[in-house]
């Protein structure tokens, strides 16, 4: 089949999926959407959700020293829903995002504790992802899809993250004085209606990429079809001193599910990433995705060229809560 010209931002590991459930060295039910760091040492480390046969998720961490091949799989999980101590994760942890807060020499991991009273936004914070700091809930139900910016802005911090609303599924930007509480919530990126491919819900895939013309965000975009959910991804860029003014927003998707591993699994037709890596180049984005809520998958592209489509390919000025 010849590929769609708009997925030729992104091109697929040869050996993918590079992370599977049946290559996990326990009984897994599936192993997907990882939250990506960069450690110092160069070792690519892969926090990924790691579904049992109950259905719950836990998080490991998998360490790779080129970034697709030979991973390690730590012996015990990072985070494993501790029911006991926080409720709000009975039904499992999810979906981690990680971003290196230099201030405090801690990597910031948000991820989505769910339980019966619904999906809700924790932080916990690590050194070395050995030893971990729990900060607990801190948007609670329903939310999801959260990440931070990795410095303060005018004193504080920011955090994107998706709330359930009266009016949909769509991104929000937070500001916080200690991680902790958090206010000042505001709309950032809605979902668009009706025929688009980013209509039902929208959330924000890894952390947002830092660039010299703003802050570079991949979303996910669920179209809800006669066949079931579609998710595919577009770009979106945020202004570089203000991350609450969306500068440019992409009309078309620019990647989306198309191997049979990403058609066919758990749920079908699904690309989700929560992570992605910088090249030593400094352009080269490897993203690592979810697919089909199955197994893990590698893309790589380049931020240059994703600026420059982006830059052909929106609407002038864009409206950030366009719902049009
Ligand atoms: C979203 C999240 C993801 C999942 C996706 C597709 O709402 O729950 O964890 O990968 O749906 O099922």
């Given at each position: 089949m010849i590929p769609a010209v708009r997925d030729q931002l992104f091109q697929r590991h040869v050996g993918n999926p590079i992370l599977t459930a049946a290559g996990w060295p326990h009984t897994v039910n599936a192993v997907f959407n990882p939250g990506a760091a960069l450690l110092p040492d160069g070792t690519t480390l892969l926090l990924c959700r790691v579904e049992d046969r109950r259905g719950i998720s836990s998080l490991w961490a998998a360490r790779s020293a080129d970034g697709t091949s030979n991973w390690l799989i730590d012996p015990e999980p990072a985070l494993f829903p501790s029911t006991q101590a926080h409720p709000e994760e009975a039904w499992g942890v999810e979906d981690p995002r990680i971003v290196w807060l230099e201030e405090l020499k801690r990597y910031a991991i948000t991820y989505t504790a769910y339980s019966?009273?619904?999906p809700a936004v924790s932080l916990i914070?690590?050194?070395d992802f050995r030893d971990y700091e729990r900060v607990g809930v801190v948007i609670p139900p329903e939310d999801k899809d959260a990440a931070l910016l990795p410095r303060r802005f005018g004193g504080r911090w920011l955090m994107l993250h998706r709330p359930r609303t009266g009016l949909g599924s769509d991104i929000w930007l937070s500001e916080s004085p200690d991680l902790v509480h958090w206010g000042r919530h505001r709309l950032l990126l809605a979902a668009r209606k009706g025929a688009?491919?980013?209509?039902?819900?929208?959330?924000?895939g890894p952390p947002l990429i830092e660039t010299d013309r703003g802050w570079l965000m991949l979303y996910h975009g669920m179209r809800q079809t006669a066949a079931g959910c579609l998710y595919r991804l577009g770009l979106a860029l945020l202004d570089h001193?203000?991350?609450g003014r969306v500068?440019?927003?992409s009309d078309e998707w620019i990647f989306g599910p198309h191997e049979s591993y990403e058609r066919q699994g758990d749920v079908?037709?699904?690309v989700f990433p929560?992570?992605?890596?910088?090249?030593p180049d400094g352009d080269t984005l490897n993203l690592y995705y979810g697919a089909a809520d199955s197994c893990v998958a590698l893309a790589t592209g380049r931020v240059s060229e994703l600026l420059h489509w982006l830059e052909g390919h929106c609407r002038q000025p864009c409206d950030s809560a366009s719902v049009d």
């Amino acid at each position: 089949m010849i590929p769609a010209v708009r997925d030729q931002l992104f091109q697929r590991h040869v050996g993918n999926p590079i992370l599977t459930a049946a290559g996990w060295p326990h009984t897994v039910n599936a192993v997907f959407n990882p939250g990506a760091a960069l450690l110092p040492d160069g070792t690519t480390l892969l926090l990924c959700r790691v579904e049992d046969r109950r259905g719950i998720s836990s998080l490991w961490a998998a360490r790779s020293a080129d970034g697709t091949s030979n991973w390690l799989i730590d012996p015990e999980p990072a985070l494993f829903p501790s029911t006991q101590a926080h409720p709000e994760e009975a039904w499992g942890v999810e979906d981690p995002r990680i971003v290196w807060l230099e201030e405090l020499k801690r990597y910031a991991i948000t991820y989505t504790a769910y339980s019966p009273t619904g999906p809700a936004v924790s932080l916990i914070l690590t050194a070395d992802f050995r030893d971990y700091e729990r900060v607990g809930v801190v948007i609670p139900p329903e939310d999801k899809d959260a990440a931070l910016l990795p410095r303060r802005f005018g004193g504080r911090w920011l955090m994107l993250h998706r709330p359930r609303t009266g009016l949909g599924s769509d991104i929000w930007l937070s500001e916080s004085p200690d991680l902790v509480h958090w206010g000042r919530h505001r709309l950032l990126l809605a979902a668009r209606k009706g025929a688009w491919w980013d209509a039902n819900k929208i959330g924000l895939g890894p952390p947002l990429i830092e660039t010299d013309r703003g802050w570079l965000m991949l979303y996910h975009g669920m179209r809800q079809t006669a066949a079931g959910c579609l998710y595919r991804l577009g770009l979106a860029l945020l202004d570089h001193e203000d991350p609450g003014r969306v500068l440019q927003r992409s009309d078309e998707w620019i990647f989306g599910p198309h191997e049979s591993y990403e058609r066919q699994g758990d749920v079908g037709d699904v690309v989700f990433p929560c992570g992605a890596t910088l090249g030593p180049d400094g352009d080269t984005l490897n993203l690592y995705y979810g697919a089909a809520d199955s197994c893990v998958a590698l893309a790589t592209g380049r931020v240059s060229e994703l600026l420059h489509w982006l830059e052909g390919h929106c609407r002038q000025p864009c409206d950030s809560a366009s719902v049009d």
